[in-house]
């Protein structure tokens, strides 16, 4: 499985760099989001998978899953949705105050850099 | 602190009180304030005289930064008080000079002098220290009042092209002169001169050896004006003249000359030192004292004389070098040499002050220095026109005058070169007597220029600024005294030889123990082959200056191209160019351009690190199961992905997104993470709204297209997802050591009262993280509610619509 997942992550890597290489904004947003989509599965791969139990001590188990890398995971989400929330809205402000997607319009011109 | 220190330290001190007395007493020219200074300096320093005559020297030492090594330490030996005497003599007469020169009501005088203060401290403080670092220290605060001198006028672009120029190759060599300290430093161990010089006999044959030498004499050249550094003294002529006569002749440019005297005893003995000293003095000397028949601004032609004079100065070090190289030193044969050096030293220092002085007369009385305007002014400036005549023809080398003896001298040390029995001497050494002749005519020949042209000929009014007149007598004073020092040391030589020059040669070149130096200098040496060199110089120097106007035009075959202004000018124009073209190729203002810098760079290193480095590994040893419906999941992150590259409309990409975002989530079920899947669903589905907000506020004129194929970006974005899956991949064959969840798992009840594991590690554990993680998220809904509100700049919306 963690043979399969490596893949996964790299497929997921792959699309999300080409995403940030397009000139599209939107694109570039997107890509990131692939781009968390996968450094959290990364991260989930690494810690070892189907290891015993869910992490609750309720279950009782002899063996339950790595609880550590879940939790660094939990607080990856939360701060990459603050970071791409945010990201968003300047992208939206973006649009309204220049009129553009295009990251080659958005270089700055002769004299303005 | 001693009262040497106090002494070095003190024009530093009246600088800072220069600008008070400037604005408190403006009815008195400033310069007064400033006079008596260098003129107690100069007695301070004369009572040491009778120490360093019985070639004994004085140490003092001040603890400065002692972990570093680096010491105050002050060392009055010969050498270092002949160049004292030499900066805060000519000091008190170059400022008693410029009393007359500067107008108190015209010019900003407290600059001026708190300049000049800075210049003579750290001209003291580089010749009287003996600590490495300090050394270095004053040496930059002379470039860096050097500077400032010459941008005095900083309204005239000249002026601060000059100013711009001497400082960027002075610290060139001034950086350079660090790097062989450190050399030495690492070498030696220490700081300071003194110890380096008992060690020198051991870093001989150290590797570090020769680049400590080169970088050193790097240092001294550029400062010295040597060949091909000299390009920086004629342009620094732009300073006011007193700041010429006393920086740009007598003081600042030995700066050069004292380091490579005073790092004699350390190198000498190799034969490099001799030849790149050796060489490139004599080189300097025929090039400045070529170049100076071709000028015709009279401080042009002095600043050329001056490389000239200082390229024979260190072509005698050089030669005086051979002394510590090929014998023990008792043996005066080559120290004849050192001793040239160390009475031409103080003969250029007091004719050419004088000289530049007269050109400062001249120009001040008549408005102008050009040769071509000047003439036929001995009737109206008797006394100026004496003491140039008694400039020129010391520095011409004519007796009575003091530049006769050196001159002599000069000759009887080229002469002996020829005895040198290495490198092959009998072809190349007959060069130095043969090259120091002919420089020697022409130095002949410029000087006879400059005094002629300007004092007899046509008389010119018509081209004049001014009615010419004889200087005030403030103004002549300090040229007679020089002048008078030219006439003194030239009848009577042997009044300096064993107070000065003696001594100074003891620090150059350290005598056996119990060896006392005893120069005696003589008018008459009998027939000797320098006699006949001297009466050639003059014969043919006459014949040549007379003939003047029909080869003058011998310069002008020299191409212009060729000339080292040019190369200095173009280099640093394609410096600038080429820098500034080089960066606009690679800063192009595009974000994907720098994105596949940093992807590259990243492919790059980590590839090279996996296969370079034999890193790969893979073991299937320790995975886990796969189901059906895993792959099944695993595929429909795969095509989404996928998909989402060759989406024509961005909506499909965004509900594409979603997708793999609640995949991910189902993962999260699958692998037993039942918060991570909860907090999954809920921030994809929020997520995801939030791109449609954005995709509905797109600009809707444009067509939507698919994103148009690019070989690189493809090349790259498969790179990176290949490197991923490697590195994966690898760390995951290459667990060392398990898991520490055991202690959460033991301990989550026992100790912290909770059975979801995730949750207490998030708030009890590691609490500090969620601590930040909540306040990530308030700032960034602090920064979208102000990017909202806040709209600076008014009304100007979409300018580029």
């Not at chain 2, 043969?434 to 002949?444: H, K």
């Not at chain 2, 974000?591 to 290193?605: D, E, M, P, W």
């Not at chain 2, 039942?674 to 509905?696: G, M, N, R």
Request: glycine letters at 8%.
């Amino acid at each position: 499985m963690e043979i399969l997942m490596a893949f996964i992550i790299g497929i997921l890597f792959m699309s999300a760099t080409y995403l940030m290489l397009s000139k599209s904004l939107l694109r570039i947003i997107i890509g990131t989001g692939l781009l968390s989509h996968g450094a959290h599965l990364l991260l989930l791969t690494m810690g070892g998978l189907k290891r015993g139990a869910a992490p609750l001590l309720g279950e009782h188990a002899p063996s339950y899953t790595d609880p550590l890398p879940q939790a660094l995971i939990l607080t990856a989400i939360v701060i990459s949705f603050g970071v791409t929330a945010f990201f968003l809205v300047l992208a939206y402000r973006t649009y309204q105050e220049l009129g553009t997607d295009n990251m080659d319009r958005l270089r700055g011109n002769e004299g303005n850099d | 602190m001693s009262l040497l220190h106090l002494a070095i330290i003190s024009p530093f001190l009246l600088a800072i009180l220069v600008p008070f007395a400037y604005k408190l007493f403006r009815q008195i020219h400033t310069g007064w304030f400033i006079l008596p200074l260098p003129i107690l300096l100069f007695s301070y320093f004369i009572s040491y005289l009778s120490i360093t005559s019985n070639q004994q020297s004085v140490t003092k030492s001040f603890s400065w930064i002692p972990t570093l090594g680096i010491d105050f330490t002050a060392k009055v030996d010969g050498l270092g008080l002949l160049f004292a005497l030499l900066i805060t003599g000519i000091g008190s007469l170059v400022v008693f000079y410029s009393i007359y020169y500067l107008d108190k009501n015209k010019e900003k005088l407290n600059t001026f002098y708190v300049y000049l203060l800075l210049f003579m401290g750290a001209m003291l403080g580089v010749v009287l220290s003996d600590n490495l670092l300090v050394l270095y220290t004053f040496w930059e605060f002379t470039s860096f009042s050097s500077f400032l001198l010459i941008g005095y006028w900083y309204h005239r672009e000249k002026s601060r092209y000059g100013a711009q120029k001497s400082m960027i190759i002075t610290v060139f060599g001034g950086l350079s002169m660090l790097a062989g300290i450190i050399l030495l430093y690492i070498m030696t161990g220490t700081f300071s001169i003194t110890e380096i010089i008992a060690q020198s006999d051991e870093i001989f044959a150290n590797p570090l050896f020769v680049p400590a030498l080169l970088c050193i004499l790097l240092g001294a050249f550029t400062k010295s004006a040597q060949f091909p550094f000299h390009i920086w003294l004629p342009d620094a002529m732009e300073a006011p003249t007193p700041v010429s006569a006393y920086l740009h002749s007598a003081t600042m440019v030995k700066a050069g000359i004292y380091l490579v005297a005073r790092m004699s005893p350390v190198f000498a003995e190799h034969s490099l030192w001799l030849w790149l000293v050796a060489g490139f003095g004599i080189v300097t000397l025929f090039w400045g004292s070529f170049s100076a028949v071709k000028q015709t601004d009279l401080k042009s032609i002095l600043a050329f004389s001056t490389v000239s004079q200082l390229g024979m100065i260190m072509s005698l070090l050089g030669i005086g070098a051979a002394a510590l190289h090929f014998e023990t030193v008792k043996d005066s044969y080559f120290t004849v040499a050192t001793t040239a050096a160390v009475f031409h030293l103080i003969n250029h220092a007091t004719f050419k002050g004088s000289l530049f002085m007269v050109a400062g007369i001249v120009d001040h009385e008549t408005g102008t220095r050009d040769i071509r305007k000047l003439g036929g002014l001995m009737n109206f400036m008797p006394i100026t026109f004496t003491l140039a005549i008694i400039g020129t023809f010391a520095m011409a080398g004519l007796p009575p005058f003091n530049g006769f003896l050196s001159k002599e001298m000069f000759f009887t040390g080229m002469v002996r070169v020829l005895d040198m029995d290495i490198f092959n001497l009998d072809t190349w050494g007959i060069l130095f007597p043969v090259i120091a002749w002919v420089a020697s005519v022409f130095t002949f020949i410029y000087s006879m220029v400059l005094v002629f042209r300007t004092f007899t000929g046509k008389f010119q009014p018509e081209k004049l600024e001014k009615k010419p007149h004889e200087a005030p007598i403030g103004m002549l004073i300090s040229p007679i005294v020089l002048a008078s020092l030219v006439i003194i040391i030239g009848f009577f030589p042997n009044i300096i030889s064993n107070t000065l020059i003696s001594p100074a040669q003891a620090a150059i070149m350290p005598p056996a123990e119990g060896y006392l130096y005893d120069t005696h200098i003589y008018f008459w040496h009998g027939f000797t082959p320098e006699l006949f060199m001297t009466l050639g110089v003059i014969t043919l120097g006459i014949l040549l200056f007379a003939t003047l106007p029909k080869w003058r035009s011998v310069y002008g075959l020299f191409p212009k191209k060729l000339t080292l202004n040019r190369f200095y000018d173009g280099g640093l124009e394609i410096a600038q160019r080429g820098s500034m073209n080089f960066t606009k190729i690679y800063m192009n203002g595009s974000i994907r351009n720098y994105l596949i810098y940093i992807f590259t760079f990243f492919i790059v290193i980590l590839g090279f690190a996996l296969f370079a480095k034999d890193a790969f590994t893979f073991d299937a040893s320790n995975i886990s199961t796969i189901h059906f419906f895993e792959v099944l999941l695993a595929l429909v992150i795969a095509v989404g992905s996928i998909t989402i590259l060759f989406a024509k409309s961005r909506l499909t990409s965004i509900i594409l997104l979603g997708a793999v975002g609640y995949t991910v989530a189902l993962f999260f079920v699958i692998f037993r993470a039942p918060d991570l899947a909860l907090t999954q669903l809920v921030i994809e589905t929020i997520s995801v709204s939030l791109f449609l907000l954005c995709f509905y506020h797109l600009p809707k004129k444009r067509n939507e297209e698919r994103m148009t194929f690019k070989m690189v970006n493809a090349v790259i974005s498969v790179g990176v997802g290949a490197i991923v899956t490697l590195i994966a991949l690898s760390a995951h064959s290459n667990k060392l050591f398990g898991s520490i969840s055991q202690y959460y798992v033991e301990n989550t009840y026992e100790k912290a009262a909770g059975k979801n594991m995730v949750n207490v590690i998030l708030v009890d554990f590691r609490g500090f993280d969620t601590m930040f993680e909540i306040a990530v998220l308030g700032i960034a809904a602090l920064g979208i509610f102000s990017m909202i509100k806040l709209r600076m700049g008014g009304g100007k919306k979409n300018e580029n619509k």
